[in-house]
């Protein structure tokens, strides 16, 4: 098809865009792009680092100025963690190609080129683009904006023939880009080249004219357009004001205002010479214009104007989708599905990502029925895991290999409101409390400055509370042992070996032990929950086996308690008690125990569904819930 047989005219040019964008996958628009800038938290807590440096050597330069030297130098970041500093080095190894380049006397565009060459992204964002979805959308637009870039490069280079090359010329351009207030590319219309499809606004098709028009996209609401338009001088007010009109009945602007629409869409319809196709779509939220059945001079209750079901997008992930619903079905016509396995056969020829069987979910087949240990074997348990196990298998195997992240902040805070109140329980000052909080505080990654100022100042409360706890026990417990190691064989079948660390070790005035543990998670616990604590009773359970009568302690339970140092009440911690188990206590949690450690060989594990499944790291690989659902049967 040539430009002058067909064309394509929408109502407006954001339409214009759309379409451009979908139909010839070229940018129209000017974005921006980072081609090797660090994400934002990376570059957060390489800020963060450099300041600290500064403050250490005895500087107070703010954190952009320590950024540009050691872009520049370098020399700063080898004394940085390599985390921190390994984005840094990225760019700066850019940023001297760029030099180097420059240095040479090389125009704008090919520093650019030989920048962009080194980044290594180009494979990298088309194959993301060929994936689809929001990543391959976002890798899209970043291609887009790098092909702006280059353009605009080039259309400086056209517009000063003369400028130099080399640093000063960079600098030009740099400033050329950075002066632009508004997109530098064009959406003027251009010669089409070669064999294309006009596509242009109504209005920017007055006096042309095409065998065959299409005009898409005539909905209610949008053609005809009835939002009110002002003018430059609002002469429409003044009419409507000498006429007498009521402002709040402005019948005097949007009747010409749906006139004109009518106009706009008799004139692209009468751009076609032989064929013309007006569509619209209906769907819950969208109707199609009161124009149409003006077009066609037909009352819309007797029409029976032809309905199209939307087919398959004219997208790779679709076709791949649709021939793996045919591969797939056992119902669809043998011919049919072998056709369908010829095509994604030629697709996995092209490493179409998706069409080779071998990236399929769920098609792998089991790799191993046997159990995850040896019968006969010792298992080292810890309450913890007793706890998981009791409450969700496939959750503890999830976490055990890999689907936990202990670098998440909520872990990052408790492990540091641990170690502050065992520090404030050792007798710490206020000032030191408050310069280890300060510290360790400048390692952590907590976003946003105002969440990290409110974070920090929540862990203060948090060791506050648990101080006003400590005050308000020490006329019923005693301390006997902070961070203490527990390990106690529990002999049987499996023979079971206990193994934890309790966050405080007390003793009450019958020299009993009492474990108590502190919490800092925002979850409530009820005391129901705290009285049937796995973690609590199976310290219970060490402690009458005795594991803590070396510390003076007898070994007749004395019971547990929580210490929610988040929640608190005027300040003080809540606190939840576990009762001291009796004999026949002592026996039920050991035979929880010992089904815990079978549990533990597998090498099926069952997922229960339980009140803490929203917060489980494993949601996602978890066949009970909608993300982590099996996709094949
Ligand atoms: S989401 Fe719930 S059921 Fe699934 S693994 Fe996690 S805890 Fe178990």
């Not at 500087?59 to 370098?74: I, K, Q, T």
């Not at 960079?170 to 959406?187: K, M, P």
């Not at 009568?549 to 339970?557: A, E, R, W």
Request: aromatic share 4%; hydrophobic share 45%.
């Amino acid at each position: 098809l040539v430009a002058a047989v067909l064309a394509l005219l929408v109502r407006t040019e954001s339409a214009l865009v759309h379409v451009a964008r979908a139909e010839a996958g070229k940018p129209v628009v000017q974005d921006t792009v980072a081609v090797a800038a660090p994400r934002a938290s990376a570059l957060r807590r390489l800020r963060r680092e450099l300041r600290r440096l500064e403050l250490a050597t005895g500087g107070d330069r703010p954190s952009g100025a320590l950024l540009a030297e050691a872009l520049r130098e370098r020399d700063p970041l080898t004394a940085l963690d390599e985390r921190a500093a390994a984005p840094a080095r990225r760019v700066a190894a850019l940023l001297s190609i760029a030099a180097a380049a420059a240095g040479e006397g090389r125009p704008a565009e090919e520093v650019l080129w030989r920048v962009w060459k080194q980044t290594g992204l180009a494979d990298r964002w088309a194959e993301a683009a060929a994936w689809g979805g929001p990543a391959g959308a976002q890798a899209d637009r970043d291609l887009d904006a790098v092909v702006a870039v280059f353009d605009a490069a080039a259309r400086y280079a056209d517009r000063l023939p003369g400028a130099d090359g080399g640093a000063a010329g960079v600098l030009g351009f740099c400033e050329y880009v950075a002066d632009q207030q508004i997109a530098g590319d064009t959406l003027a219309p251009r010669s089409p080249q070669g064999e294309a499809v006009a596509v242009l606004t109504a209005h920017a098709a007055t006096g042309r004219e095409w065998t065959v028009v299409a005009v898409p996209g005539v909905q209610e609401g949008s053609w005809p357009d009835l939002r009110l338009r002002g003018s430059l001088l609002g002469v429409e007010h003044l009419i409507d004001a000498v006429d007498g009109v009521d402002a709040a009945h402005a019948v005097s602007r949007t009747a010409p205002a749906l006139a004109e629409e009518r106009r706009l869409l008799l004139l692209a319809a009468s751009r076609a010479r032989r064929t013309l196709l007006v569509s619209a779509v209906r769907g819950d939220d969208e109707q199609p214009s009161r124009f149409l059945d003006e077009l066609e001079g037909t009352d819309a209750d007797t029409l029976a104007r032809p309905v199209a079901e939307p087919g398959r997008a004219l997208s790779l992930p679709e076709l791949v989708a649709e021939l793996r619903r045919a591969v797939c079905d056992p119902g669809r016509d043998a011919a049919v599905r072998e056709r369908a396995a010829v095509g994604l056969a030629r697709l996995a020829d092209a490493r179409v990502p998706g069409a080779h069987p071998d990236s399929w979910y769920g098609l792998a087949a089991v790799s191993t029925e046997a159990p995850l240990r040896a019968a006969g074997e010792v298992v080292g348990v810890s309450p913890s895991v007793v706890e998981l196990l009791a409450t969700c298998p496939l959750r503890w195997l999830l976490t055990r290999h890999g689907g936990d992240d202990p670098r998440e902040l909520p872990a990052v805070t408790g492990s540091l409101v641990h170690g502050l109140v065992q520090a404030a329980a050792a007798g710490a000052t206020d000032a030191q409390l408050e310069e280890a909080l300060r510290d360790a505080w400048a390692g952590v990654d907590a976003g946003a400055p105002w969440f990290s100022r409110s974070e920090q100042q929540r862990v203060r409360e948090m060791v506050e509370a648990f101080r006003g706890w400590l005050a308000g026990t020490r006329g019923e417990l005693t301390q006997v042992a902070l961070e203490h190691a527990v390990e106690v064989a529990l002999p049987g079948d499996p023979e079971v070996v206990l193994r934890g660390r309790v966050d405080r070790l007390e003793r009450d005035h019958d020299g009993r032990p009492v474990v108590v543990d502190v919490k800092s998670s925002k979850t409530p616990i009820s005391k129901d929950a705290a009285a049937a604590n796995p973690q609590l009773a199976t310290y219970q359970l060490a402690a009458a086996h005795g594991a803590f009568t070396g510390l003076g302690c007898s070994d007749d339970p004395g019971g547990a308690r929580i210490v929610q140092v988040s929640k608190t009440a005027r300040g003080a911690a809540a606190e939840r008690i576990q009762p001291a188990l009796d004999a026949d206590a002592v026996a039920q949690w050991l035979a929880v125990v010992r089904e815990a450690a079978r549990a533990t060989a597998g090498p099926s594990f069952r997922a229960v569904e339980n009140a803490d499944c929203d917060r489980c790291p494993a949601l996602r690989a978890c066949p009970l819930h909608d993300p982590g659902r099996q996709v094949t049967e």
